[in-house]
């Protein structure tokens, strides 16, 4: 006898033999069983038809659905499989990602407690691959158990824009004509947008309801569409869907403060993400890039821009101009509060980032920095920039010598040499060089220090990460002030054996490009040390001395 199920799952796969399985699997551990499971295969050409096929046989609840030809996206599996779902209910997995085992109990539990609804969402663990390390997906925005009566309601939820996190009344879908765009990348943008517009509410649910996992650094052809941002053909696929979006908000009679809500998502989401690649592409890369997204940058709505932090507007405007060495500049202290290299007063004393006034009005709207009162902050928090000049391995097998270079655009120093440490901190006890800075020119300061990687205090069980090294000054009143620390971006790596470690020092390669060192033990630390520590570590009795100790601190 035919089964009726109550939601349909579609596991979408290409080429992913190995993964399919536990994807797979953690359907069938949901603590809702009566479910449909579709495999739908985007033509793959490894094994994967083999496993799926097998998958199938064991249990009766799956279907294995293969396309005849490959689509070269998520859009055409997941619609085949729409077509032959029998639930009332659907959701979206992909190969390589998992569902939480009442993942399907909670969401149907909410469609059942509101029949009304269209779709119901929850929160998307995030696990990254490389370190195990979990995260919520826009934490702010599923905190809380509510119903949103439409997207009007709420419009930040734009940010949440993954379609797997939902679960969908096939009815909702069926009546808008909603099937996920073949033929190109961030579909899944455009399908939540038009979701969140259609429907006449849904339901979030706080707890986690997808596991998303991460390999941020992975391969470039291995890499997944969101992690190919070195391709400009990325770059124009995604400002293609927010033109989409667009479209279908002006064509919807959707009102100026969604469009815009949505346009300040394209500016804090998507335009941020290619934002902090900007010091690691080329001229070349980065006039192809100016070229695609400003004519759409002139399009969106100016509230949308003011509603960014003052880095990233310089960021946004700098690109704007044609500024783009200056970009590359401006990216690296995104999110760090890394002051400029330089900045320049008007005739009025309006200070702007960089060394010209701006042309334009628009342009010294948005690269004026006298909100940022430089000159005024409490000295804990004011804005440096320290950059390694140059760097040398000295003698010691882990062992640099750096020219460091600060920069103090509101001349919060006093003239004459300044007091300087590194610090670093591979475990409990930290590490601090001191050192002094000289005066170069007003505002602009240099000094050399010996940074010796195997002085820092390893725990006696060792210690496996990565650290960067910061810098600190220190006022004449005592007061700190701790800042990153900027290295070149292409100097060579070294690995040194100290202390039954593995110590590597390289440039970060990502993001605001710091000075990186890693950590991996090796020898009997590795395999009998940390092990050990570890079990004890877990022990109730360790467990008990670590509440005293937090009871006795409180």
């Known amino acids: 006898m035919a089964f009726t199920p109550d939601v349909t799952v579609t596991v979408i796969v290409f080429n992913d033999a190995e993964r399919l399985p536990r994807a797979v699997a953690s359907l069938q551990a949901q603590t809702h069983q009566n479910i449909e499971i579709v495999i739908s295969d985007d033509h793959s050409t490894d094994h994967t038809p083999e496993v799926a096929r097998e998958l199938a046989a064991a249990d009766h609840r799956i279907t294995y659905l293969r396309l005849p030809e490959n689509s070269g996206g998520c859009s055409a599996p997941r619609n085949r499989a729409l077509d032959i779902a029998r639930a009332p209910y659907l959701m979206f997995l992909d190969s390589d990602d998992e569902l939480p085992p009442r993942a399907i109990e909670l969401l149907l539990g909410a469609h059942r407690e509101r029949p009304d609804i269209d779709f119901a969402m929850g929160a998307v663990e995030r696990v990254r691959v490389d370190t195990g390390r979990t995260s919520v997906w826009m934490p702010h925005l599923v905190a809380e158990r509510r119903t949103v009566n439409g997207i009007e309601a709420e419009p930040g939820l734009f940010f949440e824009h993954l379609s797997t996190s939902k679960m969908y009344a096939r009815a909702f879908l069926d009546r808008h004509g909603l099937r996920f765009p073949e033929g190109i990348h961030y579909e899944d943008q455009l399908f939540s947008a038009q979701a969140y517009c259609l429907a006449k509410a849904f339901t979030i649910v706080p707890e986690p309801v997808y596991r998303w996992y991460i390999a941020p650094y992975a391969e470039e052809t291995a890499a997944s569409i969101s992690n190919q941002r070195h391709k400009l ?45 900007l010091p690691y592409r080329d001229d070349a890369w980065l006039a192809d890039f100016a070229g695609i997204v400003n004519p759409y940058l002139d399009r969106l709505a100016p509230g949308a821009f003011a509603r960014l932090p003052r880095a990233e507007r310089v960021v946004l405007q700098l690109v704007r101009d044609g500024r783009l060495d200056e970009a590359r500049l401006a990216a690296r202290g995104l999110g760090h509060e890394v002051a400029p290299r330089a900045t320049v007063p008007d005739a009025a004393g309006v200070v702007y980032w960089g060394t010209k006034v701006p042309e334009t009005a628009r342009g010294r709207r948005e690269l004026a920095l006298s909100d940022l009162a430089l000159e005024a902050r409490p000295f804990p928090r004011a804005q440096f920039r320290h950059e390694i000049v140059s760097l040398e391995r000295a003698a010691g097998p882990a062992c640099l010598d750096l020219l460091i270079r600060t920069y103090d655009p509101g001349l919060r120093l006093p003239v004459g040499p300044q007091v300087a440490s590194l610090v670093i901190s591979p475990g409990r006890r930290r590490m601090t060089v001191r050192f002094r800075l000289d005066p170069v020119r007003p505002g602009v300061f240099e000094g050399r220090v010996r940074l010796d990687v195997a002085a820092a205090a390893l725990p006696p069980q060792g210690f496996e990460g990565t650290r960067h090294p910061l810098l600190q000054l220190q006022a004449p009143g005592g007061l700190r002030n701790t800042g990153l620390l900027l290295a070149p971006l292409d100097f060579p790596a070294f690995t040194a054996e100290v202390s039954r470690h593995r110590v590597t020092v390289e440039p970060e390669g990502r993001g605001a490009g710091r000075l990186q060192v890693r950590w991996e033990p090796v020898g009997l630390t590795a395999s009998v040390v940390r092990p050990v520590a570890r079990r004890v570590g877990r022990s109730p009795v360790a467990r008990k001395v670590r509440q005293a100790v937090r009871l006795a601190r409180a």
């Open 233 to 277: 053909t990325n770059v124009r696929d995604r400002v293609h869907v927010q033109e989409l979006i667009d479209d279908f908000l002006v064509h919807g009679g959707y009102s100026a403060a969604l469009r815009e809500a949505k346009d300040h998502k394209f500016l804090k989401h998507d335009f941020r993400m290619y934002a902090g690649d």
